[in-house]
């Protein structure tokens, strides 16, 4: 079973919520976004002030307040923690990750997907729902091994 510290930081938990955000939305929400804007500004400059302008402009508020919540959800959680570490447990079926507030221990095929990240990894086990794994604190060894046992039980790499 390989050991491994993972030291986490308020700037690496803000700079992985945007690539986590934008990867799960895809360029179809963003595009859509876009075009709603587009068409407020459009609406605004023509003088429509129309029920539908106020509430294309309350979905588009909407649509950017879904972003701030999560990243206020993350740093939440990051600042819960006494110590911003937590020991990661890799073994050949299962593995652990420990911190102040609490242990999970799961099987590799609960892994469906990783995104690799130059300073981080994101863990995924549904769509929402992952850890972070900072990159700094894993050797070379302890990546291959995360990649291996998730790839072999299924998981998506990218």
């Given at each position: 079973m390989k050991l491994v510290k993972l030291r986490?930081?308020?700037?690496?938990?803000?700079?992985?919520?945007?690539?986590?955000?934008?990867?799960?939305?895809g360029w179809r929400y963003f595009l859509g976004m876009a075009l709603l804007l587009a068409s407020i500004i459009y609406s605004v400059a023509h003088g429509d002030r129309s029920w539908w302008v106020g509430v294309?402009?309350?979905?588009?508020?909407?649509?950017?307040?879904?972003?701030?919540?999560?990243?206020?959800?993350?740093?939440?959680?990051f600042r819960r923690l006494r110590s911003p570490e937590a020991t990661f447990e890799a073994g050949a079926d299962r593995f652990r990750i420990t911190s102040d507030v609490g242990t999970s221990e799961l099987s590799w095929?609960?892994?469906?997907?990783?995104?690799?990240?130059?300073?981080?990894?994101l863990l995924f086990f549904s769509r929402a729902q992952f850890i972070t794994l900072p990159l700094a604190d894993l050797d070379p060894e302890a990546q291959e091994l995360i990649l291996d046992r998730a790839k072999s039980h299924g998981a998506k790499v990218s």
């Open positions: 986490y930081t308020e700037p690496l938990i803000r700079s992985a919520v945007w690539p986590f955000w934008r990867r799960a939305a294309s402009a309350t979905v588009l508020c909407l649509a950017i307040a879904l972003y701030f919540v999560h990243y206020r959800g993350a740093i939440t959680r095929s609960t892994v469906t997907e990783i995104w690799q990240f130059p300073d981080y990894w």
